[in-house]
Structures are given as structure tokens and as C-alpha cells.
């Protein structure tokens, strides 16, 4: 038997090189051949979208530049996170995602620009995108039209629902009315001065915390002002403020001015202190460019702070500052960004297809046990289901969480706010 086995060795070894090959050929095929394990692409897309046997595309669309790119740079970094970590966890439907990034540019005719050009030239999957409403209202006509996607991740004014939003931001009764009903209750305001940027959020946001201050809180609005976005002259706001002594002012300035508004404040010798100052649009983004400093002792309403603490947040924030660098920091808007991705993925795979309709049905009651504000879920209105919490600012740019509510169901159309 000994001599069989030696007299057919050289073929034996042969046979070992080839399994070999073989084998190394196979390690080398298994990455590949695990993203291409989804179903076939003629079953997954049926609409002419971006998607491939191993690829599917989406866009993004933020300001990377101008007055806007403060808030929204943030955006863009954690969309990014979030499409990496699926990417690496492998794809969707078997699928890595390839991204095709435009700049918004501060400027709403831009928007809208680019929204056609990642729709009908690019014929992207799905878009992550915008913060201003302004963005927001420049782009959706073209979304309709066109059936694409959006995942708009800012808190907003609601009076608005569309098959082609998913909205991963708060609406006005999540933020708006539970944070007044706050500043009420904790603060016992009675008198508030309203200012904000000029543009339709701040207005219609404000026209609603108007109506609740004099009809349900039964206080008084004892000032109003608007400024254009980039406006940098507070002085005479400021004496304004001064002169009326509201109980609490209510702020919504937004982007590169709330640099100038909060140091300015301070030079003038107004602090949290003698003033109480709430605001719904200044995240840790934001503070980073204004300040802490100049920031200390004022109140945000937002339903996310970095300074959270849970398992979620604390990995999400590890992710983030893993990549992005040690001093980055993490506000609200940035959080839902991150969100975005994570429930198209849901939606995508609950419905087995990329094609927006299917998408648009599959959304509702998707849920996130594993969101960095805790857990959320999809309305059938397209907001989500979220927590409000009030925090105050630190010197270190972070905010304190002083409050937390129970989830609020989401109604972007509050009866008597309209």
C-alpha cells in the first residue's frame, strides 16, 4: 500500500496545489460574492434608480458653503458615518452605497438645481439633504415631480406632509409648544420677546409660539424682529430687549449670525443671569463657532444633546469623534442626519426594493432601538416619533439636560396653530 501512495504522490500534490488555488481563489471571491448575494436588480428596481448588482447611489445635498455651512456641515459628516457603517456592515440588499455630494450653497434656487440634477441626471435612490425651510420648501416641488426621496433631518414649523419626506427633525408641537410650555412652567414667564431670521421657519415657527403664548399660556408677546440671514447688527435688538424686560426671549437665529448675536449679547452686558434666553435653533454645532463662553446659562429645546447618556449615544459619539477628530461635537440636527440613512436601510429592506413608492409605504412603523437620542419611530405622517428635552449651556460648549419628556407623537398640522 506504501508504495501505491508513493508512486502516485506526484499526482496527489498536484491535486493539493489545485484545492489550494482553489481555496485562495475563494477568499479572495467572498467579499464580492457576499455583496452580490441580494436579489437581482430587475426584482429591486423596477423605476430606471442608480442601482446595480453591487452598487446603489444616493446624493446629498447640504450647505458645504456659505452662511448655512455652520449648521450643516455636521449633516454631511454624520450621513457619511451612517453610510460607512451600513457599507461595512454590508450594504443594502447586498449593496454598497456610493454617494454623490452637492453643494447647496446657502442659496435656495441652488437647491432646487441641484435636486433635479441628483434625480433626473444622476437618478439617485434616495437624497439626504437640506436644514433651512427654505432649502427645504425650494426642493420638495422638484422630490413630487420627480418621485424622489428626501430625509430632511431639522427640526421645523410642520404644516407640512409629503410621500416624498421622510422628516427626522422635530415639528412644532415636539418643540415649539412642549418647550414654551416649559419656560412657563419652570421659568414662569408671562412676557416674551420673538426674534429669529427672515425666512419662512423662524416666521411660521414663531407665528405658532404666538399663538400659544396668547391662547394657551395666556402671556403676552411684547416684541418681534427678523433679520436677514448673515446679519451680524445687534445693538439696536439688543437695546430693544433691554427696554421691554421680557420674562424670556424666544430665539430662532439661525446659521453664521448667531456668532455675532450671542458674543454681542455678552459684550453688552447681557447674560443668563438677568436674562432668560431659549432657543430652538442653536446646537453644539453652532456653539462651537460662537463660544461657550458667551453661551453659558441660556436654554435650548431640542430633542437631542450630545451629552446624553446611553449605550447608543455613547458608541455613536465614539463613531463620530473616531472619525471626524477629538474636538468634533455633535448637535441635534447633526444626530436625525445620522438617522437618515439608517432608516432607508429599514425601509429598503422591509420593502425588498429600492423604488420610492414601495419605500413611501414600507416607512411607516419602522423602528430605531439603536438611535443615539434613544429610540425612535415613523409616524404615518413621515415624522418620527421623539422625546423633548431641555438643556443648558456649559462653558465647555455642551449642554446639561435639565428636562426630558415622554415620547410625543408627531402632528405637523396642530388644530388652532394653522
Not at 456610493?98 to 453643494?103: F, T
Not at 446657502?106 to 438645481?113: G, Q, Y
Not at 444626530?335 to 414600507?362: M, N, T
Amino acid at each position: 500500500m506504501s508504495q501505491h501512495v508513493k508512486k502516485d504522490e506526484p499526482a496527489l500534490k498536484a491535486v493539493a496545489r489545485l484545492l489550494r488555488g482553489l481555496l485562495l481563489g475563494a477568499a479572495f471571491l467572498t467579499p464580492a460574492l457576499a455583496l452580490a448575494a441580494g436579489p437581482p436588480t430587475a426584482e429591486v428596481n423596477t423605476t430606471g434608480l442608480a442601482v446595480t448588482d453591487t452598487t446603489v447611489t444616493v446624493g446629498q445635498l447640504h450647505s458645504a458653503t456659505g452662511t448655512m455651512a455652520i449648521s450643516e456641515t455636521g449633516s454631511i459628516q454624520a450621513e457619511r458615518l451612517a453610510i460607512e457603517q451600513i457599507n461595512e456592515a454590508g450594504g443594502i440588499l447586498g449593496r454598497k452605497i456610493e454617494i454623490i455630494q452637492e453643494d447647496g450653497a446657502s442659496d435656495w434656487p441652488t437647491f432646487a438645481e441641484k435636486a433635479r440634477k441628483l434625480l433626473v441626471n444622476d437618478k439617485v435612490a434616495a437624497v439626504f439633504g437640506c436644514w433651512t425651510s427654505a432649502s427645504r420648501k425650494a426642493v420638495l416641488p422638484v422630490f413630487e415631480k420627480e418621485n424622489g426621496m428626501l430625509y430632511y433631518p431639522t427640526f421645523y414649523e410642520g404644516l407640512e406632509e409629503s410621500k416624498n419626506v421622510i422628516y427626522t427633525g422635530q415639528e412644532a408641537t415636539q418643540q415649539i409648544i412642549a418647550g414654551l410650555d416649559w419656560l412657563a412652567k419652570n421659568k414662569g414667564a408671562k412676557t416674551f420677546y420673538l426674534i429669529g431670521s427672515d425666512y419662512i421657519w423662524p416666521r411660521t415657527s414663531n407665528k405658532i409660539a404666538r399663538k400659544h403664548i396668547e391662547n394657551v399660556l395666556k402671556g403676552k408677546v411684547v416684541g418681534e424682529d427678523y433679520f436677514p440671514l448673515g446679519h451680524t447688527q445687534f445693538g439696536s435688538l439688543i437695546n430693544k430687549i433691554k427696554l421691554k424686560k421680557p420674562d424670556a426671549v424666544y430665539s430662532i437665529i439661525v446659521g453664521g449670525s448667531n456668532v455675532s448675536w450671542w458674543k454681542q449679547l455678552k459684550a453688552a452686558g447681557v447674560t443668563a443671569d438677568k436674562q432668560t434666553i431659549l432657543t430652538i435653533s442653536v446646537t453644539e454645532d453652532e456653539i462651537l463657532g460662537i463660544g461657550g463662553e458667551n453661551m453659558v446659562g441660556y436654554y435650548a429645546a431640542m430633542k437631542y444633546f450630545q451629552s446624553l447618556d446611553n449605550e447608543n449615544n455613547k458608541k455613536f459619539v465614539e463613531a463620530f469623534k473616531a472619525k471626524y477628530g477629538k474636538d468634533a461635537v455633535i448637535g441635534d440636527v447633526t444626530q436625525a442626519a445620522y438617522l437618515g440613512p439608517w432608516l432607508w436601510k429599514a425601509a429598503v429592506e422591509k420593502a425588498g426594493s429600492f423604488d420610492v413608492d414601495k419605500i413611501a409605504a414600507a416607512s411607516p412603523d419602522i423602528e430605531l432601538t439603536t438611535a443615539p437620542e434613544g429610540y425612535v419611530k415613523i409616524h404615518k405622517n413621515h415624522h418620527l416619533w421623539s422625546k423633548l428635552r431641555i438643556g443648558e449651556a456649559q462653558a465647555d460648549g455642551q449642554y446639561k439636560v435639565l428636562y426630558e419628556s415622554e415620547l410625543i407623537e408627531p402632528n405637523p398640522f396642530p388644530e388652532g396653530y394653522q
